[in-house]
């Protein structure tokens, strides 16, 4: 139901902090590993500089409450964590696109139904199985302070998606492990990275169970979006239609 009210309806909300510190940092990380990958590298000063600004000057609202850090420390909390991105997560990988928009892909679904999927990947790098999927999450909830990764099992239909659009625009086969790389937003969050088995699985399914495209399809052509109160997502601060919704009471 938050889905339709954002993409069908338009209705939309403001961004939280602590996704603009997400942005922050991704706009930074983005900057140095695309710098590296030109084969000319900058410093993790200088992706510090896109970072404040992209953390300054927001494109969208952004709604600050009580609860939310202030300004100084979201500006600290996103600085440590892209420098530890940088100094221990960055050299470790051989990122081969960064940011890559993809071009749209559109899945026949059945029922007359296909379903046009869209993106941009944060990252390609190479695996010893062949090229694969990286993507950085960043959230309280996203990784220990040890760095160890959690909440993964949510992620895999997502990184389905971008390992079809990455296959089909870049003409490589994607077939190492997805990955995700977690960064805790608190003032000492760790950061660290896992790998998230058979995503493209979840979403296009097998001869003994249908994929979430599928399933979705029934949706579209039937126009039924059935509501979620158990999801973290079913809340004021994410859904825009959440003051008017009785499914959550």
């Not at 603009?20 to 590296?36: E, K």
């Not at 953390?55 to 420098?83: F, G, H, M, N």
């Not at 492990?177 to 760790?190: V, Y």
Request: proline share 6%; with cysteine.
């Amino acid at each position: 139901m938050r889905w339709r009210a954002r993409h069908l309806d338009g209705v939309r909300s403001p961004s939280g902090v602590r996704a603009q510190i997400g942005t922050a940092i991704h706009a930074g990380a983005a900057a140095f590993d695309q710098a590296t990958l030109d084969g000319y590298p900058i410093s993790i000063a200088d992706a510090s500089d896109v970072l404040v600004n992209t953390l300054d000057y927001p494109q969208e609202e952004v709604v600050w409450t009580a609860d939310d850090p202030s300004k100084t420390q979201a500006r600290a909390i996103a600085l440590r964590l892209l420098s530890r991105y940088c100094e221990l997560i960055a050299p470790t990988k051989r990122y081969i696109a960064v940011e890559r928009r993809c071009d749209n892909l559109t899945i026949d679904v059945g029922n007359g139904i296909g379903i046009e999927l869209t993106g941009t990947t944060d990252r390609i790098r190479e695996t010893h199985q062949g090229p694969a999927i990286s993507d950085l999450k960043s959230g309280l909830r996203r990784a220990t302070v040890n760095g160890d990764v959690v909440s993964v099992r949510t992620d895999g239909p997502q990184l389905g998606v971008y390992e079809l659009l990455a296959e089909q625009t870049t003409g490589l086969p994607i077939t190492g492990p997805a990955e995700i790389i977690g960064m805790q937003t608190r003032a000492n969050g760790g950061i660290g990275f896992q790998t998230v088995p058979r995503t493209r699985e979840i979403l296009i399914g097998t001869q003994e169970s249908p994929g979430l495209l599928q399933m979705a399809g029934t949706m579209f052509k039937e126009g039924l979006f059935p509501p979620n109160p158990s999801s973290t997502l079913c809340s004021e601060k994410y859904c825009p239609v959440f003051g008017h919704c009785r499914y959550h009471n």
